[in-house]
């Protein structure tokens, strides 16, 4: 059997994660540990966990490998600021090693010379707050993760995990959602807003400058979610009631109890 | 509302100052513990015990090490919070760390732990009978008399009474803090230095834990907080910091994010305490009560220091009873800890003795107000016991003269289930409670601050604490700003939240952080502002005025000025010019003795710091489906002299909500049989919504007594927020003629249909 | 969380292929499914899931052949704002608008709030803690003997006594709707039924594409009556659906059996009878005829006849 015969039975989803393709994110999936892709077919199927000191520990920017985490820590800390978490550094054939700018551009290789490319597994593209991301991504992996662990947008907060507290919500399309029951698998082609995106980093949004004026907060765990549960009600109705926030926000939870403060806010609108 | 006359302050209490920290909370960059590090660390998870007594006798890690992207599995070997034997469902038995929470988490359920059970007890009532199993949590027995005081002759008084009444008020609620942030830290190690960032109400106690329980030394544990996401008294621990730690050690020290599920952050940290009585009371027929013997037993699940010792004091201090005891039996039960919430007492404390006032009016036929009025203690009378301390708070008999002609009292009070009956067929109710609270002199430790001075002429104050709710920080700004003279905007936060570079500002959690904090940064601005002055007396404007002293100064507006010509002024900025870095530190604490004078405020009698509050409630029952709803609630609240008011008024609203929350939501539903927790999530215990009250209902009054003792006279406030739910308890007594029983849990509407006998 | 792998179907058939061998799991809004996959509660998770929201086409609220038809994949929210729904079919936008929150509603689909699994305190216990007979034909049920104040005044079915989770549920059956799978088209009052981990009769690799409801008689009203301890994101501790016009009436009730109950008994004595509160009371307090309740949940018996009868009023 030729080699690209062989190749061919073995998934695509094994050649991704084992020929250490960074597509942005600060790490790569649970990828630690990535064996170079070898043309042997059994070397590549298998997934080598680490529990002792002795696997090497692979930068996920530009490939070097550390014997300790805390070497890899260091290294990180100084090359790779965490500014670098969307930068998509660039796609390689796991077949040939060849480098391409674009998932598209790496696609098309790869539909020309080896397997169809119809939708690489894993690996999923939108948009947060204006700037385009293409990540690889667990498929267990909600959004609520995605943005705070890989895209280090901390604003959104998860406060039970399970869509009974609010602290998670986005906007996706404009419509809010709760991240924390999104699957960031089935993100691709989204527009998402978090709490970051309302501010053009100079100015406060009217609405959060309202906030502000009005002190509508107390520890701000929930703020975000609220915030983000407001734009999209004043999106819809400018100028609501305090009955119309209320139901608006019937799905949000504030433990510091700082209900009233917070409804009154957003009546009215901006 | 200021109840007596004081001089005007010029930053204290205005309305018009924001919250330093809004900007970072409204854009999503306020830093709470687990926001840092994105795709540098691994992240924890922990696994719980599914028995609620008895013995670890086996734990089996190898599917789980053996499953893709597990780093590592710790056990109580690792762990030193954690203990081998059980002693409540739910207790931490192992930990896992991982590349990611969803692998961690899943690869707990690897672990195969294997126990050997042991006889238990869940129930408190179960706990207290002789022959019963016991918890092992203290060590011979499943109760302790925390308090047990006597004062004159109780039992000669009530049998001598013309009026006696017995009365037995059933548990009160019990739920878990559920702070919106589960419980989570990220802990990293270099060399053997420690680095954690926790949520924390009392960021330095918290690292005092970490050093004992690794027995390191305190100079290489270094702790941060920034910002907490709500604590009521549940964030005053270590908050997973001593599990992050040893996970984190146990993989070379790479960092971990130890993040606990809204289930298991529930399970293994603090609930609050249910707490029943039995209350005879001795009276005259007019309401004069002669005697009480109260006993109280409070469930304090597997927490052996259970701080249940003093829910009795409001009724020891509000009322003039001369012939009194007070007894408190702490019971240990196979549950989780009980611990603060908002309070050590006072909630369930106050809906005991209020239940017990009000039955005893109801006996009486006498109207509830009036029965405590008749019996209310002096403002300024000592308290009746040793050491006789004068509790100050001037204003409990205030605040329940202004509830009751605010609320509109007197038109409204009917005798309980008469005359009530709404145009929508509900039944109305309105009661009035309030009592001496023990907040506010949460101990004697030193607090301390530092405040430091910029070349520009502004200030930053280095607060050893983080950002709750409350915006602790941002009351020491105030001080600071009112005691050098500057303006709110020229005083900012400097470094907070960590350990190596501030004092201990102590806990923020009975109310004791403004005493203490408060009163450390108010040393702290006197002793920088007496070197100011001194460097200001040498600066072009000034110095060549005749025999300048600094007793001559005085500032205002960020500027010093000549007392005898107040045009002679510098701005602090010319002060700061060519002097070298400034900076002021001070210790304060809050204390029941007779505290340092404070600027203009002479010393006096008064001594205490004790916030206060009352409040009152308006409902309506609607006897067909149980259902309460909350017409009108209000909250007065004795701040002593209001520092940071736009938190206040924020602590006072909330207040009311949360008084609703206990009164009428939250609550738990265990399996009895086994111990175990059916209401680790918002929706089975019943965390509020928007929908489930109306805001514009709820109204709030800060009042000023102004005692001595606090900084600028300041009481805390955090905790008389909350403390009288009984309001609304009694309330509905009001409506209905009948009592709710409360069964460990709040008055949903299927025990108000219990009680008026459709259920 | 569960591993799982995700898949996208392109179509009804491609879906119901790639869940044809039974261990795979379909997920629309999810908001369901993956808080039982976040709390591991059941004991043989899906492998896989097949994302539903791939297939075009199942997004639509119409009126046809005599029928409202909504597509499964509907959003709660969509049919809770539909003026068609609120206007004609004024029971069901009641019961989807009484769904949860907004976002959970914006998520949630009609098919999925319809398929979704018990809310028992016992079977949603994180990590599978109480492995009961919902999950283990083996197991026994817990709540019978300990917690059961959200439970079943009816007693069990299959062993259980669950309250019925879902606020459409009623509502659906007290149309007389019927529900069309992948494979067939059944009343709605048959698609309900306790079986395993289900609170309906589809079959592995089944999914729901349609909901018809027939177009109801001129002067037909309808309303949605539901009763939780919160005012928002509970689950119906009871529910009452009523669908009343000329001489037809139609009574269903949530949260009181494991799935939706018909009150007959109510609707033999309100049919046909001009409403007031008179009437209203007379027919509610047959709701519960045949009631027993369990150890605490008494309460049950007295909401259930008041939903009742505030449903019966609304449709005066």
């Given amino acids: 059997m030729s080699e690209i015969e062989e190749t061919k039975q073995i998934s695509r989803r094994q050649f991704l994660k084992n020929a250490g393709i960074v597509v942005g994110g600060t790490a790569v999936g649970s990828s630690f540990i990535l064996a170079a892709c070898k043309g042997d077919a059994s070397e590549v199927t298998k997934t080598v966990t680490v529990t002792s000191a002795t696997a090497t520990f692979k930068c996920p920017y530009d490939g070097q490998e550390f014997d300790t985490f805390a070497a890899l820590q260091a290294h990180v800390e100084e090359k790779h600021q965490e500014g670098d978490a969307v930068t998509i550094t660039k796609f390689v054939s796991p077949y040939d090693g060849k480098e391409f700018d674009t998932l598209e551009a790496l696609k098309a290789h790869l539909d020309a010379n080896f397997v169809s490319a119809e939708s690489a597994p894993g690996i999923v593209s939108f948009v947060v707050n204006g700037k385009p991301v293409t990540l690889k991504v667990e498929d267990y992996w909600t959004l609520d993760f995605i943005l705070r662990d890989r895209l280090a947008l901390y604003g959104t907060k998860n406060g039970c995990g399970v869509g009974q507290c609010g602290a998670c919500t986005v906007l996706i399309d404009g419509v809010p959602t709760f991240s924390c029951l999104t699957l960031g698998i089935e993100c691709g082609g989204k527009t998402i807003e978090t709490i970051e995106g309302l501010s053009n980093g100079t100015n406060l949004s009217p609405l959060q400058q309202k906030f502000v004026d009005k002190e509508a907060f107390q520890c701000g765990f929930c703020t975000p979610g609220f915030i983000m549960a407001a734009k999209a009600l004043l999106a819809e109705n400018p100028n609501p009631t305090v009955d119309e926030v209320r139901e608006a926000v019937s799905g949000h939870i504030c433990t510091c109890h700082n209900f009233k403060n917070t409804i009154t806010t957003i009546a009215g609108g901006v | ?378 403002n300024d009378a000592p308290d009746l016991d040793a050491p006789y301390r004068v509790w100050g708070g001037i204003a409990v008999k205030d605040m329940f003269e202004w509830l009751h002609e605010e609320s509109g009292y007197a038109g409204k009070w009917h005798k309980p289930g008469e005359g009530n009956v709404m145009d929508d067929g509900r039944l109305h109710g309105i009661a009035i409670t309030g009592h001496w609270d023990s907040h506010g002199s949460v101990n004697g430790a030193s607090r301390g601050g530092i405040v430091t001075m910029c070349p520009d002429g502004t200030a930053l104050v280095n607060v050893g604490g983080g950002r709750g709710p409350s915006g602790g920080p941002i009351t020491c700004v105030h001080i600071v700003a009112e005691t050098l003279g500057m303006k709110y905007e020229d005083v900012g936060l400097g470094d907070w939240g960590a350990t190596d570079t501030t004092l201990d500002a102590g806990i923020q959690a009975g109310s004791g952080f403004t005493s203490g904090a408060g009163t450390g940064f108010l040393n702290a601005a006197l002793d920088l502002r007496g070197k100011l002055f001194s460097y200001a007396i040498q600066k072009a404007g000034l110095r060549d005025i005749e025999g300048i002293t600094v007793d001559d100064l005085d500032a205002e507006n960020s500027e010093v000025f000549y007392k005898k010509d107040p045009t002679k002024r510098i701005t602090y900025r010319q002060v700061m010019s060519g002097t070298p870095p400034l900076a002021g530190s001070g210790f304060g604490w809050a204390s029941h003795t007779k505290n340092r004078a404070v600027g203009n405020v002479p010393l006096g009698e008064v001594c205490n710091s004790n916030g206060n509050a009352c409040s009152a409630a308006e409902v309506a029952v609607d006897p067909e489906t149980g259902e309460v709803e909350v017409l009108n609630h209000w909250n007065a609240v004795d701040t002593g002299r209001t520092i940071f008011k736009q938190g206040t008024i924020k602590e006072m609203r909330s207040g009311s909500e949360l008084q609703i929350w206990q009164a009428l939501y939250s609550g738990s539903i265990w399996d009895k049989a086994s111990g175990a927790c059916l209401s680790s999530n918002y929706t089975e215990a019943m965390m509020p919504t928007s929908m489930c009250f109306k805001g514009e209902n709820l109204h709030q009054q800060d009042f000023e007594s102004y005692d001595a003792a606090g900084p600028y006279g300041a009481h805390g406030i955090g905790e008389p927020c909350v403390t009288n739910y009984s309001s609304i308890i009694c309330a509905i007594f009001n409506a209905t003629g009948k009592w709710v029983e409360p069964d460990k849990g709040p008055c949903t509407p299927d025990k108000v249909l219990k009680a008026l006998g459709k259920a | 969380m569960y591993k799982i792998t995700h898949v996208d179907a392109t179509s009804v058939d491609d879906a119901v292929a790639k869940l044809a061998d039974g261990s795979a799991a379909p997920i629309a809004g999810g908001t369901d499914l993956i808080t039982t996959l976040k709390g591991m509660c059941i004991p043989t998770p899906p492998a896989k899931l097949v994302n539903l929201k791939t297939i075009s086409g199942l997004k639509y609220i119409k009126e046809e052949g005599g029928m409202l038809k909504i597509g499964a994949l509907t959003t709660l929210t969509e049919i809770a704002k539909s003026s068609v729904v609120k206007s004609k079919y004024t029971v069901l936008a009641e019961a989807a608008k009484a769904v949860a929150s907004p976002e959970l509603r914006n998520a949630g689909t009609i098919g999925g709030n319809i398929c979704q699994m018990p809310r028992c305190p016992y079977f949603r216990n994180e990590n599978n803690a109480f492995n009961c007979l919902r999950k283990d034909s083996s197991g026994l049920c817990y709540a019978l003997t300990d917690y059961n104040v959200k439970h079943s005044i009816f007693g069990a079915a ?159």
């Fill in chain 2, 1 to 378: 509302m200021a109840l007596v006359e004081r001089p005007e302050m010029k930053v204290i209490g205005k309305l018009e100052n924001p919250d330093k920290l809004a900007y970072h909370v409204v854009t999503g960059n306020a830093d709470f513990a687990s926001d840092r590090l994105a795709g540098r660390k691994l992240y924890g998870a922990i696994k719980c015990s599914t028995i609620m007594k008895g013995v670890i006798t086996k734990i089996d890690a190898t599917k789980a090490l053996a499953e893709p992207g597990v780093k590592a599995v710790v056990t109580h070997e690792d762990v030193p919070s954690w203990k081998e034997g059980i002693f409540f469902w739910g207790q931490p038995v192992a930990g896992v760390i991982a590349d990611d929470p969803f692998i961690a988490e899943r690869a707990c359920n690897l672990i195969e732990v294997e126990y050997e059970d042991r006889p238990g007890v869940f129930d408190p009532d179960e706990a207290m009978k002789s022959g019963a199993p016991l918890t092992g949590i203290r060590p011979d027995s499943n109760t302790n008399l925390a308090t047990n005081l006597d004062r004159g002759d109780p039992d000669t008084a009530i049998a001598n009474a013309p009026v006696q009444l017995e009365t037995t008020q059933g548990y009160t609620t019990t739920y878990q803090h559920a702070t919106l942030e589960p419980h989570q830290s990220v802990s990293w190690w270099v060399g053997d230095n420690l680095y954690s960032w926790i949520p924390s109400q009392h960021i330095h106690g918290a690292k005092n834990s970490v050093v004992n329980a690794f027995g390191m030394p305190a100079n290489k544990v270094h702790l941060f907080t920034h910002f907490t996401g709500c604590g009521h008294g549940d964030k005053t621990g270590d908050n997973t910091a001593i599990e992050s730690a040893a996970m984190s050690r146990k993989v070379n020290g790479a960092p971990v994010n130890l993040i606990k599920t809204r289930q298991k952050s529930m399970l293994t940290h603090s609930w609050m305490f249910a707490i029943k009585s039995e209350i005879k009371w001795g009276a005259t027929a007019d309401g004069e009560i002669l005697g009480v013997d109260a006993k109280f037993y409070g469930d304090g699940g597997s927490n052996a220091m259970a701080p249940i010792g003093n829910c009795h004091f409001g009724l020891r201090t509000t009322y003039d009873i001369p012939d009194a005891r007070f007894q408190v039996t702490t019971i240990t039960t196979n549950s989780p800890a009980r611990g603060y919430w908002r309070c050590v007492n006072d909630p369930p404390g106050a809906c005991n003795y209020d239940r017990a006032l009000y039955k005893l009016a109801a006996h009486l036929d006498m109207d509830p107000y009036q029965l405590i009025m008749k019996n209310i203690r002096e």
């Fill in chain 3, 158 to 316: 299959s062993g259980c006594v669950d309250g019925c989770p879902s606020d459409v549920a009623p509502a659906l059956v007290a149309l007389g709707a019927k529900i069309k799978t992948s494979k067939r088209t059944v009343d709605a009052a048959d698609f309900f039924a306790v079986d395993g981990l289900d609170i309906t009769a589809l079959e592995d690799g089944e999914i729901v594409v349609e909901i018809q409801v027939p177009e109801l008689a001129s002067g037909t009203k309808s309303a949605y009556r539901k009763f939780a301890f919160r005012k928002s994101i509970d689950f119906p501790l009871v529910s009452a659906a009523v669908v009343i016009g000329g001489s037809n009436a139609s009574i269903v009730l949530g949260g009181v059996y494991p799935i939706p109950r018909r009150a007959a008994a109510a609707e033999d004595a309100i049919k046909g009878k001009a409403i007031d509160e008179t009437s209203a009371a007379a027919a509610s307090e047959q709701a519960t005829k045949g009631s027993v309740a369990l150890g605490q949940n008494k309460y049950k018996i007295q909401i259930a006849k008041v939903m009742t009868k505030r449903a019966i009023l609304a449709c005066k």
